[in-house]
């Protein structure tokens, strides 16, 4: 075990308390007088406005992946954990396009979750329970990747102990994490990640600014800084005989690089929890300014990616590159300020955490357990399941960090990406068209999930003897991204079914949706608010303002 960085520590923990109060504290903010439905609890009274938006957003998509997995990634094999920025870049065009309609027809009828939209619109419960179990499925490993960035900052101070130390005295970071999200997300619901996202972000802000200026002028500038990473990557890997990386991606590389890119880019707004920050704005024009000012946060994510190329060039070494960056801190900052910088990561896993056991909990408590198990439940039933819930995903994100290899992290968000994106066809494209058939996307589904999640597992990652993320795509003999190979797989299967049952005559569910839900918004002429058993309007919530 390693000595404890005793002023690094107490930093951490200053605003490690500070954050939790708030999150407590976050119940009274804009309270409602009936906080007992899910509208209020995981959707904050859908009342927030664009600048708490924004942070809620950028909290719940930048999170520790960014600070700790995505530099990682960079710092153990270059160019290639690039993939990451254009990606973010790819994402905000795309969701310009169907975000303001699936706020809208939310708004309309009282949606909480995608599964609610996809049962409304093709109405078929089944295709809605496949949504919801695949989006609890893929929420759990990206809330275990906070932890995992929680528990590198905690082991880099010297907190928790090394491989020799007793399971619980090493786990013990993540049971701590476990309990302070499960306490204040319990009580406040959406409220206090929304709360905390401005501490987060702003501190974030804080250590990449002066990062990005004050390591590079210790390292002698940018030219010796990649000079020396490229030194580095040319050498080879002592267990592999090829070289370590690349500072650009070869030809070989290329398809890898792009099915990444373009299948993250398509899996990130099919999370529940970019959902849930999303219908949590007041009104559709909320949603469609955040679509245009997000992209700085792309600009924060390109810079902190270069940490990578520093912590090379500064000589970090260490046997779990999640530990690298955090290490860079350490090593280049002082203590005061590198607690600062460990403050941000432990903050940044927190607030996204957070919000994902909320969307995680929604879904079951919406489309599982009021479609299947108690129909007749009240608004005052359902945000008791629900917080139960947040709990249970909390002990299923623990079981992945627990179960599996943390040395690659980034693995644990990749991999409920693979899963995610099968429900692209299903939300997105009921947006759009109801000409696919609801058991064509049934089909679809689960073909992309079965051969996405067999792929995975047969294919070795770095340390990992299972769940890879990039394998050979079928009938071109390129090496891509296995959840993308998968989605085109759905898409086909899609295609070819609705083909088939439409020509069949197969019946179709009732859609309760109409033209004119996917234009509306707050305010219209006859807007009653958002249905769905919420109470009368406060100020502070929709139709109250």
């Given at each position: 075990?390693?000595?404890?960085?005793?002023?690094?520590?107490?930093?951490?923990?200053?605003?490690?308390?500070?954050?939790?109060?708030?999150?407590?504290?976050?119940?009274?903010?804009?309270?409602?007088?009936?906080?007992?439905?899910?509208?209020?609890?995981?959707?904050?009274?859908?009342?927030?406005?664009?600048?708490?938006?924004?942070?809620?957003?950028?909290?719940?998509?930048?999170?520790?992946?960014?600070?700790?997995?995505?530099?990682?990634?960079?710092?153990?094999?270059?160019?290639?954990?690039?993939?990451?920025?254009?990606?973010?870049?790819?994402?905000?065009?795309?969701?310009?396009?169907?975000?303001?309609?699936?706020?809208?027809?939310?708004?309309?009828?009282?949606?909480?979750?995608?599964?609610?939209?996809?049962?409304?619109?093709?109405?078929?419960?089944?295709?809605?329970?496949?949504?919801?179990?695949?989006?609890?499925?893929?929420?759990?490993?990206?809330?275990?990747?906070?932890?995992?960035?929680?528990?590198?900052?905690?082991?880099?101070?010297?907190?928790?102990?090394?491989?020799?130390?007793?399971?619980?005295?090493?786990?013990?970071?993540?049971?701590?994490?476990?309990?302070?999200?499960?306490?204040?997300?319990?009580?406040?619901?959406?409220?206090?990640?929304?709360?905390?996202?401005?501490?987060?972000?702003?501190?974030?802000?804080?250590?990449?600014?002066?990062?990005?200026?004050?390591?590079?002028?210790?390292?002698?500038?940018?030219?010796?800084?990649?000079?020396?990473?490229?030194?580095?990557?040319?050498?080879?890997?002592?267990?592999?005989?090829?070289?370590?990386?690349a500072l650009a991606s070869g030809e070989k590389a290329q398809w890898a690089y792009g099915t990444l890119a373009i299948g993250s880019a398509l899996a990130l707004f099919m999370y529940p929890h970019s959902i849930t920050a999303t219908l949590s704005s007041r009104s559709r024009e909320v949603i469609r300014r955040n679509t245009t000012i997000l992209p700085l946060y792309s600009l924060m994510l390109g810079l902190l990616a270069l940490l990578g190329f520093m912590a090379i060039a500064a000589g970090v070494k260490v046997d779990n590159n999640q530990l690298a960056i955090p290490q860079l801190f350490e090593d280049m900052f002082p203590d005061w300020f590198a607690g600062v910088a460990f403050a941000a990561i432990g903050i940044g896993a927190l607030v996204p955490a957070a919000i994902m056991s909320i969307a995680a909990?929604?879904?079951?408590?919406?489309?599982?357990?009021?479609?299947?198990?108690?129909?007749?439940?009240?608004?005052?039933?359902?945000?008791?399941?629900?917080?139960?819930?947040?709990?249970?995903?909390?002990?299923?994100?623990?079981?992945?960090?627990?179960?599996?290899?943390?040395?690659?992290?980034?693995?644990?968000?990749?991999?409920?990406?693979?899963?995610?994106?099968?429900?692209?066809?299903?939300?997105?494209?009921?947006?759009?068209?109801?000409?696919?058939?609801?058991?064509?996307?049934?089909?679809?589904?689960?073909?992309?999930?079965?051969?996405?999640?067999?792929?995975?597992?047969?294919?070795?990652?770095?340390?990992?003897?299972?769940?890879?993320?990039?394998?050979?795509?079928?009938?071109?003999?390129?090496?891509?991204?296995?959840?993308?190979?998968?989605?085109?797989?759905?898409?086909?299967?899609?295609?070819?079914?609705?083909?088939?049952?439409?020509?069949?005559?197969?019946?179709?569910?009732?859609?309760?949706?109409?033209?004119?839900?996917?234009?509306?918004?707050?305010?219209?002429?006859?807007?009653?608010?958002?249905?769905?058993?919420?109470?009368?309007?406060?100020?502070?919530?929709?139709?109250?303002?």
């Amino acid at each position: 075990m390693k000595d404890v960085n005793g002023v690094a520590l107490a930093v951490f923990i200053f605003f490690f308390v500070a954050v939790t109060v708030m999150g407590f504290l976050a119940a009274r903010w804009r309270r409602a007088e009936n906080a007992n439905n899910l509208d209020e609890w995981g959707l904050g009274g859908r009342s927030f406005g664009t600048w708490i938006t924004w942070f809620l957003l950028g909290g719940d998509l930048y999170t520790a992946y960014t600070f700790v997995a995505v530099p990682a990634a960079i710092y153990a094999a270059g160019a290639s954990g690039f993939f990451a920025v254009p990606y973010t870049i790819l994402v905000y065009p795309l969701i310009f396009l169907f975000l303001p309609k699936l706020w809208s027809v939310s708004h309309k009828h009282g949606y909480v979750t995608t599964s609610d939209f996809v049962r409304g619109r093709f109405g078929s419960k089944g295709l809605s329970l496949a949504v919801a179990v695949t989006g609890i499925l893929a929420t759990m490993p990206y809330i275990a990747l906070q932890l995992v960035g929680i528990q590198a900052v905690l082991d880099v101070m010297g907190v928790g102990g090394g491989e020799n130390t007793n399971w619980f005295i090493k786990d013990l970071p993540l049971l701590i994490a476990f309990g302070v999200l499960a306490a204040y997300t319990y009580s406040s619901g959406l409220r206090a990640p929304a709360l905390i996202a401005f501490v987060k972000d702003a501190l974030i802000y804080i250590v990449i600014v002066v990062a990005i200026i004050y390591i590079p002028i210790k390292l002698g500038g940018f030219d010796d800084i990649f000079a020396k990473a490229g030194h580095w990557f040319s050498e080879p890997n002592p267990k592999t005989g090829a070289p370590r990386g690349a500072l650009a991606s070869g030809e070989k590389a290329q398809w890898a690089y792009g099915t990444l890119a373009i299948g993250s880019a398509l899996a990130l707004f099919m999370y529940p929890h970019s959902i849930t920050a999303t219908l949590s704005s007041r009104s559709r024009e909320v949603i469609r300014r955040n679509t245009t000012i997000l992209p700085l946060y792309s600009l924060m994510l390109g810079l902190l990616a270069l940490l990578g190329f520093m912590a090379i060039a500064a000589g970090v070494k260490v046997d779990n590159n999640q530990l690298a960056i955090p290490q860079l801190f350490e090593d280049m900052f002082p203590d005061w300020f590198a607690g600062v910088a460990f403050a941000a990561i432990g903050i940044g896993a927190l607030v996204p955490a957070a919000i994902m056991s909320i969307a995680a909990a929604n879904l079951f408590t919406r489309n599982i357990y009021k479609d299947f198990i108690r129909p007749n439940a009240t608004p005052e039933q359902e945000t008791k399941v629900s917080k139960l819930v947040s709990l249970l995903v909390k002990v299923g994100a623990l079981i992945f960090v627990l179960g599996m290899d943390k040395t690659v992290a980034i693995n644990f968000q990749l991999l409920g990406g693979v899963w995610i994106l099968q429900t692209f066809p299903a939300l997105v494209g009921g947006l759009f068209t109801r000409w696919f058939h609801r058991w064509a996307l049934l089909g679809g589904w689960a073909v992309g999930m079965i051969y996405g999640t067999w792929k995975a597992w047969d294919t070795p990652a770095a340390t990992q003897k299972h769940f890879g993320n990039v394998a050979n795509i079928p009938g071109i003999g390129e090496i891509g991204y296995i959840g993308f190979t998968a989605f085109v797989l759905n898409v086909a299967v899609v295609v070819v079914l609705t083909f088939v049952l439409r020509a069949l005559k197969a019946p179709d569910g009732i859609d309760e949706t109409s033209p004119a839900d996917y234009q509306a918004d707050s305010g219209d002429p006859g807007d009653p608010g958002v249905k769905a058993d919420l109470p009368p309007a406060t100020a502070g919530a929709p139709g109250g303002h």
